[in-house]
């Protein structure tokens, strides 16, 4: 069975932090990787990893992953109170045609004044 | 483009009634996924349509069935409620063509089942 193990569980940082949130996961036939936010309600689209070693950036934030050692990290720099939030990885198999994400349990980042 | 839209937002129910919701996707998405998200087991794959058919499903007992339409919107059913089943419920679409693509999510419909 699919397996996303996000790390850790929550974090309180103060504004102006670095961040590093974690994602092991655990998959056959991995396709992508996936980061969202979620603050209220719907999660919104961050990233898709799918190779190794590429770097994704979009401004303060980016994510890289590791397909040998099975995780993905997001980073935040200058974090601001608008970071604040569940950041989810989402592992995206490849079925044929079909889509499924796996999801892992988040990371609730609290950024403080 | 509109993003994804869920209706209603907000659902009162009983135990033992039965609940529609509806999902519409993004304009030009042809596939449409939906997930139980619960503070305890977190967001959990419920089905995803695509062309009117169900092609992926998760782990969940019959009482949970979806259709899709032939303008891509969705809809998910849960009959005999049960507590458990309180819980935000999010539809995602996307253009369907596999695991590569980006699901993008609605608003979601917060059901409490009393």
């Known amino acids: 069975e699919d397996k996303v193990v996000q790390s850790p569980l929550s974090l309180v940082v103060h504004e102006g932090d670095t961040v590093t949130l974690n994602c092991s996961y655990e998959v056959t036939n991995f396709r992508s990787l996936l980061w969202y936010k979620q603050e209220k309600k719907a999660p919104t689209f961050l990233f898709m990893l799918t190779s190794s070693g590429i770097e994704k950036k979009s401004g303060r934030l980016s994510s890289i992953l590791d397909k040998k050692e099975l995780f993905s990290i997001l980073n935040i720099t200058a974090t601001q109170t608008g970071d604040s939030a569940i950041y989810l990885c989402a592992l995206g198999r490849n079925t044929g045609t079909a889509s499924k994400l796996t999801f892992g349990t988040g990371t609730r980042l609290q950024v403080t004044l | 483009k509109a993003g994804v839209t869920q209706t209603p937002r907000y659902l009162i129910k009983t135990r033992g009634q039965q609940v529609t919701l509806s999902c519409s996707p993004i304009s030009g998405h042809r596939s449409v996924s939906w997930y139980q998200q619960t503070p305890g087991q977190g967001l959990q794959f419920l089905f995803e349509y695509f062309s009117e058919t169900q092609r992926n499903k998760g782990n969940f007992p019959g009482r949970f069935s979806g259709r899709q339409f032939s303008n891509s919107r969705s809809e998910m059913n849960v009959s005999t409620l049960e507590l458990g089943d309180s819980a935000l419920y999010l539809c995602?679409?996307?253009?369907?063509?596999?695991?590569?693509?980006?699901?993008?999510f609605g608003p979601g419909t917060r059901l409490t089942v009393l």
């Open positions: 995602a679409s996307s253009m369907g063509s596999g695991a590569a693509d980006t699901q993008y």
